[in-house]
């Protein structure tokens, strides 16, 4: 039996002679709403492209519930939607029929079966009354939204997100987050989600890895963050603390 959804041991990564990931070590349980912390060239998206199986750790093991992915990585990545690179979506093209595109690729859905998904998803994210409308017309929080759209038309348990909220714009970043706290009450969806803004994540992540020169500096929930940092309610604060008394 296992009981988290990503359990990332030990996992470490070279690229060339350059130490990018060393030895970290965490556990994702079902429903969390995981927030992957660290400045610029951290190793955030490094580690998320191991945890996606883009790239194979050069030391450690990535067990995806339970699923090692390097040794079975199509079954372990299943259940995974994942955003690590911007997702490629043909601009002259609707979103409904970009999504539709996709869905075929699923061989265990009908035809039928499949086009009712993509109505399902674009329904989810809010995107049905402009699904007909070319990706190129559309802002980048609806693109963003497809880019999930996506995610979900395999019914995933996991979805992992590398900085989503990028250059979205208030409205874009609270339509996220809404999309997000949703997907995980009411289709039980767990995220691991990178940021380098905490102001993003500290309202949506019940716990938080913090990484530093590829190393993991901290880790543990909100609360425990906040309290052995002394910083009251300032978790941005707690953040710089705890990357400038790790020099
Ligand atoms: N293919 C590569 N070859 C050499 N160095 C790399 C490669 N990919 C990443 N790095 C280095 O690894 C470090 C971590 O990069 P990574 O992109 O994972 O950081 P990040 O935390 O996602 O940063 P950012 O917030 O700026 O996106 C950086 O110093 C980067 O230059």
New binding site residues.
């Given amino acids: 039996m296992h009981d988290s959804v990503i359990f990332a041991r030990n996992v470490t990564k070279y690229?060339?002679n350059?130490l990018?990931i060393d030895h970290i070590t965490l556990k994702i349980y079902p429903k969390d709403i995981y927030g992957l912390l660290?400045?610029?060239?951290?190793?955030?998206?490094?580690?998320l492209r191991l945890m996606t199986g883009l790239i194979a750790p050069t030391e450690g093991e990535i067990l995806i519930q339970g699923i090692n992915i390097e040794k079975n990585r199509k079954k372990a990545l299943l259940k995974m939607g994942a955003i690590v690179e911007s997702p490629v979506f043909f601009p002259f093209m609707s979103g409904r029929k970009n999504l539709q595109n996709l869905a075929r690729l699923n061989p265990s859905m009908s035809g039928k079966e499949q086009l009712e998904k993509v109505e399902e998803v674009l329904e989810i994210v809010g995107l049905s009354n402009r699904g007909d409308d070319k990706v190129k017309t559309y802002s980048l929080g609806m693109k963003q939204r497809l880019g999930i759209a996506q995610a979900l038309l395999n019914n995933p348990d996991l979805i992992i997100l590398d900085?989503p909220f990028n250059g979205l714009d208030p409205i874009g970043k609270k339509e996220l987050r809404d999309l997000i706290v949703k997907l995980q009450n009411e289709k039980n969806i767990t995220f691991f989600i990178?940021s380098?803004l905490l102001d993003e994540l500290r309202y949506l992540c019940n716990k938080f890895m913090i990484i530093h020169q590829?190393k993991m500096i901290w880790q543990g929930d909100k609360e425990t963050l906040l309290s052995t940092t002394n910083t009251g309610n300032d978790l941005e604060e707690a953040f710089i603390q705890l990357i400038q008394n790790y020099h």
Avoid at 38 to 47: D, E, L, Q, R, S
Wanted: charged fraction near 10%; glycine fraction near 28%; hydrophobic fraction near 30%.
């Fill in positions: 690229i060339g350059c990018i660290g400045i610029n060239g951290a190793g955030k998206t490094t580690f900085e990178s380098h590829g």
